[in-house]
């Protein structure tokens, strides 16, 4: 029956001109706190990394909130989400910035305007990536971005990139129009690298090419080295 009326939804949004992923009216929307990914890259910041996503969850619901059609929750850490969307998501990198080069370009730019640019060299960048799924597990779209934040300190820096990346998402959630979400986009961590073969792998291959020199100088028959042969392959 969900399936039937999401697929109802996406016709008439087709006919109406809107996406088909845009939630309908009277959609509950769980937001879960973002959490801050292994492998974030995290550069000139001494704040508390959690609370960091917890306030990117918070502005994303806010941010849905605005429209009036649509009821979205953060859902608290360790409570089992519930809604007809939920939203998850991770940090992927975090960079404070220079707070000094930030408040001296400011200061400089009251004198001469062009100072303002040097400003950018100290400003924070915050990036992310999540996704959005129906209650059932489908994945109704993915996302990821990069914001940068300026102020007199880095926890504003940080705040006002916070915002900008919540408000971007949370419009990507409204509209139904996602952005990025796949590696070398924005905040998108890169595709983790190939495993390298196992210490037991490197052993194995070593006594088969030792068996194949065996049985290339005679020192093994035929039998001997099929069985061996056979025995090795089974461990890989």
Same mark, same amino acid.
């Given at each position: 029956?969900?399936?039937?009326?999401?697929?109802? !939804?996406?016709?008439? &949004?087709?006919?109406?001109? $809107?996406?088909?992923?845009?939630?309908?009216? *009277?959609?509950?929307? /769980? @937001?879960?706190?973002?959490?801050?990914?292994?492998?974030?890259?995290?550069?000139?910041?001494?704040?508390?990394?959690?609370?960091?996503?917890?306030?990117?969850?918070?502005?994303?619901?806010?941010?849905?909130?605005?429209?009036?059609?649509?009821?979205?929750?953060?859902?608290?850490?360790? !409570?089992?989400?519930? &809604?007809?969307?939920?939203? $998850?998501?991770?940090?992927?990198?975090?960079? *404070?910035?220079?707070? /000094? @080069?930030?408040?001296?370009?400011?200061?400089?730019?009251?004198?001469?305007?062009?100072?303002?640019?040097?400003?950018?060299?100290?400003?924070?960048?915050?990036?992310?990536?999540?996704?959005?799924?129906?209650?059932?597990?489908?994945?109704?779209?993915?996302?990821?971005?990069?914001?940068?934040?300026?102020?007199?300190?880095?926890?504003?820096?940080?705040?006002?990139?916070?915002?900008?990346? *919540?408000?971007?998402?949370?419009?990507?959630?409204?509209?139904?129009?996602?952005?990025?979400?796949?590696?070398?986009?924005?905040?998108?961590?890169?595709?983790?690298?190939?495993?390298?073969?196992?210490?037991?792998?490197?052993?194995?291959?070593?006594?088969?090419?030792?068996?194949?020199?065996?049985?290339?100088?005679?020192?093994?028959?035929?039998?001997?080295?099929?069985?061996?042969?056979?025995?090795?392959?089974?461990?890989?």
């Amino acid at each position: 029956m969900m399936r039937m009326g999401w697929f109802l !939804v996406a016709v008439l &949004g087709i006919a109406c001109g $809107r996406s088909p992923f845009a939630p309908p009216a *009277g959609t509950k929307v /769980a @937001v879960v706190p973002f959490s801050v990914s292994p492998g974030a890259s995290v550069q000139s910041f001494d704040g508390d990394r959690s609370q960091v996503g917890q306030s990117l969850a918070e502005q994303i619901a806010e941010q849905l909130r605005e429209d009036d059609r649509l009821d979205a929750v953060v859902v608290p850490n360790g !409570v089992t989400p519930q &809604g007809d969307l939920i939203v $998850r998501g991770e940090i992927t990198h975090i960079n *404070g910035g220079n707070t /000094a @080069v930030r408040v001296t370009a400011f200061a400089a730019g009251l004198v001469a305007w062009p100072f303002l640019f040097i400003g950018m060299a100290g400003r924070a960048d915050l990036g992310s990536q999540g996704s959005v799924t129906r209650s059932d597990g489908t994945v109704v779209g993915v996302f990821s971005a990069e914001k940068h934040g300026d102020g007199w300190s880095q926890r504003r820096a940080i705040g006002n990139a916070v915002d900008s990346l *919540g408000e971007e998402f949370g419009d990507m959630i409204k509209d139904g129009k996602y952005e990025g979400g796949h590696p070398g986009n924005d905040g998108y961590l890169a595709a983790p690298a190939a495993t390298e073969p196992t210490a037991r792998q490197h052993t194995v291959s070593d006594r088969l090419q030792e068996l194949d020199q065996l049985h290339a100088k005679g020192l093994i028959s035929d039998e001997e080295y099929a069985a061996q042969r056979r025995r090795l392959i089974g461990e890989l």
